[in-house]
């Protein structure tokens, strides 16, 4: 098998899921709006549960229009970027893992033949983990560095959360964490096409363990107003609330819950910070050209200007610092 069919293989075992996984994700989004509202209200109606799932200064405010029309317009570049970099990279780096490790130890099928359903769990935690654990990384990576921020500032400029914030992403920043995704997915994968399944199976049920990902960790829902926690299971998993947290303007919440699906990584690595039951919190930016991020043009194009600045000023600085006259020269 060589890569290019083993590539396209691939992008079309990923190509069918999408209904499915829509239908899931609007059950998970309305089920927990359901939740939240019973929760809250004091009395039960159509009218106000409507309200409530769809408040009228959120769905009117700038910002969400901001969503809407950069939702639109990332869906149409998506197919020709992101959907085959993303399979595109994890493929890359999992054949070349199954070559080079196959070569090595003389391996050409797989060690334990075909997959039983515990394998098959087995093979989906622990890619679940290794997309987890690359997610927390790149996310950490985009707080502290000024480059990568000014790329997440697109994504913390949202001002109210109204589901598809969650896409309110770069295209270049989506690129690169897709392209680093592929690292430790991609070699996670490659050992497991070594062990137990063929190199084409990367999905469970029929769904892309990537959307799965999505899926559980709720990304629709933990990019709205719903203050949905999973009380002793917080432990484990990031629940929506935690995440709104992340987005907060306020001090004490900044470079805080970094974690996409598990809590566990933030827990590890010290970055946790856990909300008072029902708190709210004001999102989005403190930068004084903040109103500039809720149009197109500043959602696609000021972040590379702002790059593209900090470059220019780096570079000014080791012009100037090469041109200083050595001691005794």
Aim: net charge neutral.
């Amino acid at each position: 098998m060589d890569v290019v069919d083993f590539i396209q293989r691939i992008v079309a075992r990923v190509s069918g899921e999408n209904l499915l996984a829509a239908g899931l994700l609007f059950a998970t989004a309305l089920g927990c709006a359901l939740i939240a509202y019973l929760r809250t209200a004091e009395k039960y109606a159509f009218g106000e549960f409507f309200e409530f799932a769809l408040p009228r200064e959120v769905m009117t405010h700038p910002s969400a229009r901001a969503d809407l029309l950069f939702y639109v317009t990332r869906k149409a570049i998506m197919p020709f970027l992101l959907i085959p970099a993303g399979v595109t990279f994890v493929v890359a780096v999992g054949y070349a893992t199954n070559r080079v490790l196959g070569t090595l130890l003389g391996i050409d099928k797989p060690i334990l033949g075909e997959p039983g359903p515990i394998t098959v769990v087995v093979f989906t935690a622990t890619m679940l983990l290794a997309y987890d654990l690359s997610y927390y990384l790149y996310h950490t990576a985009q707080h502290r560095y000024p480059f990568l921020w000014e790329l997440h500032k697109v994504h913390h400029s949202a001002e109210v959360m109204v589901g598809i914030t969650k896409d309110r992403v770069h295209p270049l920043d989506e690129l690169m964490n897709r392209a680093w995704d592929g690292v430790i997915p991609g070699i996670c994968f490659g050992i497991w096409s070594l062990l137990a399944l063929d190199p084409v199976e990367l999905t469970v049920f029929g769904i892309n363990v990537y959307i799965m990902r999505n899926i559980l960790m709720m990304d629709f829902v933990r990019h709205t107003h719903f203050k949905i926690s999973f009380g002793p299971l917080n432990t484990i998993i990031l629940c929506p609330h935690w995440h709104q947290l992340h987005h907060s303007t306020a001090p004490e919440h900044y470079d805080k819950n970094f974690g996409l699906l598990f809590s566990f990584w933030d827990r590890l690595f010290g970055t946790l910070c856990m909300p008072e039951p029902n708190e709210d919190f004001r999102f989005g930016l403190v930068d004084r050209d903040v109103a500039d991020y809720q149009s197109l043009s500043g959602l696609y194009l000021l972040p590379l200007k702002k790059m593209g600045r900090r470059i220019a000023r780096r570079v000014r600085r080791l012009r100037g610092a090469s041109a200083e006259p050595r001691p005794g020269a």
